[in-house]
């Protein structure tokens, strides 16, 4: 598999599935089998490397309570990983708040960082962008902070003391 770009990029992709727990029968059979499909999923991938899986089975639907979200916002600010991959746009954040406030955080990283989900209708991709899909992403969580910038401060502090508090975890 290839992705076709004007600018030749090695891409570096955290593939990131987030399971709640009442639908839980076994953590390691769960874990093995969306780390294999994702592995498959990007084993022939002419244009990058899996870097990491990243896999949270949690009730939590706020970002910053999510172990392995924060591990994989936390590689993508130290630009370890420029793609992120999720199966369903429902993977990487509960409802649109959290969406919008995740986008506008990864959308402004030092290193840029593409998206794609394989959603059946309304799938992101960041990279072929041919509907501009990211500037599309990026003016609505704009606006979207524009309506409470004191909520969104208030989440991208927690966020960010999350994600310290993971770097300082080791």
């Not at 994702?38 to 002419?46: K, M, P, S, T, V």
């Not at 794609?116 to 992101?124: H, L, S, V």
Request: proline share 2%; aromatic share 10%; hydrophobic share 35%.
């Amino acid at each position: 598999m290839s992705v076709s770009t004007d600018t030749e990029r090695i891409f570096r992709i955290g593939g990131y599935v987030k399971r709640a727990k009442l639908n839980l029968r076994n953590e390691r059979e769960i874990r093995a089998f969306h780390r294999n499909a994702i592995e498959r999923r990007f084993g022939d991938f002419e244009d990058g490397t899996l870097v990491d899986v990243y896999i949270d089975i949690t009730g939590y639907k706020e970002t910053a309570k999510r172990p392995e979200m924060l591990r994989l916002m936390r590689d993508c600010a130290d630009g370890k990983v420029n793609l992120i991959f999720a199966e369903t746009k429902g993977y990487l954040t509960a409802n649109t708040r959290e969406f919008c406030y995740w986008l506008h955080f990864i959308f402004n990283l030092k290193e840029r960082v593409d998206i794609i989900t394989d959603d059946d209708q309304f799938n992101i991709n960041t990279i072929l962008n041919a509907d501009k899909q990211r500037e599309a992403l990026i003016k609505m969580a704009e606006d979207y902070i524009y309506l409470n910038p004191p909520d969104h401060q208030k989440w991208l502090n927690g966020v960010v003391s999350a994600i310290t508090n993971l770097r300082e975890d080791g």
